[in-house]
Each structure stands twice: as structure tokens, then as C-alpha cells.
């Protein structure tokens, strides 16, 4: 900030984010501390490049005003990105009540004995601002599947979670049949063990029998029981 005589400016060195073929604009602010009316004009090196606005006005006392300079469009880029362009601000003190149309250039003329208090401004170049790294989205190799939310609050699955999650829905919708099927199994092993348990028995009374008559058992009960035995296997096999 310019400590001058009559306003205080704030920057003393014009940056423009150069980019070819775009207009460009800073701004800078003018202060008033004094108790005096101080009307301001800026001239430049280089009119046919910039736009100043305002370019000429009064800050009243105790008060601040800000000044637009726009660059416009380069079609290339200068050496080494060094500006050699200028910036004056010129500042007088002027009756008050004053308004910006009653300025003339007669009130910035040194010749006429006006004091007339003098700031230069440099013009620089910086680099434009960085646009934000894209993100990468859910195709990176090992990401989890994402979801978005819509404008309603509700969650839309990735087309990636969709077919994920669609054998498992399936599954879901065969539960009441596997159920039935284990339900019967369960039934069917459970008479098996009944009917093994009084196959037992029937052999035991056949042994008692076979004892008392000192024969053997037949040869057809020998069959039965084991097709019996041989289903009975089978089934526990199946559950």
C-alpha cells in the first residue's frame, strides 16, 4: 500500500493471471483519510490495452473507492511473461461537493501551480489459477462399488453393485423352496430311524426265536433287512 500524500493505494503493482485470447481484470482501492475532497485520474502507457473504471472520480473524505482495470485479449504471450506496460495515478484536492463529471484534465496540470500528488503502478504477470484434479471415479482396479444420492434422498446403486447384489435376490426368492425340501428330508430321515429302530427290535425277537428253536434266521429276513439298511444309508447321505 502507496503511504502518498493524498490516497493511499492498494496494490502498487497491477497482477493479471495471463491467459491468451481472455480478458482479464484486477482491481485496486483507493482510500481517503484526510478531511479533504481528492479527485483522482489514471493514466496508462498502453490505452489501447486496458480499460480503466473509473478512470477519473472524486473519493470524499474518509472513504474509499475501487478501480477496475481490465486487459484485453492478447493473442500471444509476451517474452519471459515480463510487462513493461505503466500505471500513473494522479490525485489533486479539489473543492468540496465536487462531482466526477466536473473534473477537467486543467486540475491535474502541474504548469497551472496545482499540487498534484503522483503514484506509479507496475503491471505483472502471474500464472492463471489451477483448476481442481479431477477424481477418478469407481473404475480404479480394487475400488468399492459407489453409490450416488438423487435429488430425492434415495440411493442409486452402480450398475457394478447391481449385478452384485442381483444373485443374492434370487437366492432370497428360493428360500421357501429349499425350506420345503429340508423340511422333508428332515421327515423322511426321521421315519428312517423309526423304522430302523423296530427293524432292531423285529431282529432281536427273530434271535430270541432262533434260539429257542436252535435254527437260524431265514434267509429272506437276512435280504429284507438289508435293503432296508441300504436305504436307510441313503437317506443319511442325502441330508
Known amino acids: 500500500m502507496s503511504n ?5 493505494i492498494d496494490p502498487l503493482e497491477l497482477q493479471f493471471p495471463f491467459e491468451l485470447k481472455k480478458q482479464i481484470s484486477c482491481s485496486m482501492q483507493l482510500t481517503n483519510k484526510s478531511d479533504e475532497y481528492v ?26 473507492c475501487d478501480v477496475i482495470v481490465t486487459m484485453q485479449a492478447q493473442k ?11 500505471f500513473l495515478l494522479q ?7 465536487i462531482a466526477s463529471k466536473d ?18 503502478l507496475k503491471v505483472t504477470y502471474v500464472p492463471p489459477p489451477q483448476p481442481p484434479s479431477p477424481v477418478r471415479e469407481g473404475s480404479e482396479e480394487g475400488s468399492s462399488p459407489r453409490a450416488s444420492v438423487s435429488d430425492n434422498g434415495t440411493v442409486n446403486q452402480t450398475p457394478e453393485f447391481n449385478i452384485m447384489s442381483k444373485p443374492f435376490s434370487e437366492s432370497r426368492e428360493s428360500i421357501p423352496e429349499v425350506k420345503a425340501i429340508i423340511s422333508k428330508l428332515t421327515e423322511e430321515k426321521k421315519n428312517a430311524i423309526q423304522q430302523n429302530k423296530k427293524l432292531h427290535q423285529e431282529m432281536e425277537l427273530l434271535k430270541r426265536q432262533g434260539n429257542r428253536s436252535h435254527g437260524g434266521i431265514p434267509f429272506k429276513y437276512v435280504i429284507i433287512i438289508g435293503l432296508i439298511g441300504i436305504l436307510v444309508g441313503y437317506l443319511f447321505k442325502r441330508t
Open 103 to 120: 473534473i477537467t484534465p486543467e486540475m491535474f496540470n502541474k504548469d497551472s501551480g496545482n499540487n498534484v500528488d503522483e503514484c506509479k
Open 91 to 97: 490525485s489533486v484536492v479539489v473543492r468540496p461537493g
Open 39 to 64: 479527485a483522482f485520474k489514471v493514466k496508462t502507457t498502453n490505452p489501447k490495452k486496458y480499460c480503466v473504471r473509473p478512470n477519473t472520480g472524486v473519493v470524499i473524505p474518509r472513504s474509499s
Open 76 to 86: 500471444e504471450a509476451p517474452p519471459d511473461m515480463q510487462c513493461r506496460d505503466k
Open 4 to 8: 502518498g500524500d493524498l490516497l493511499l
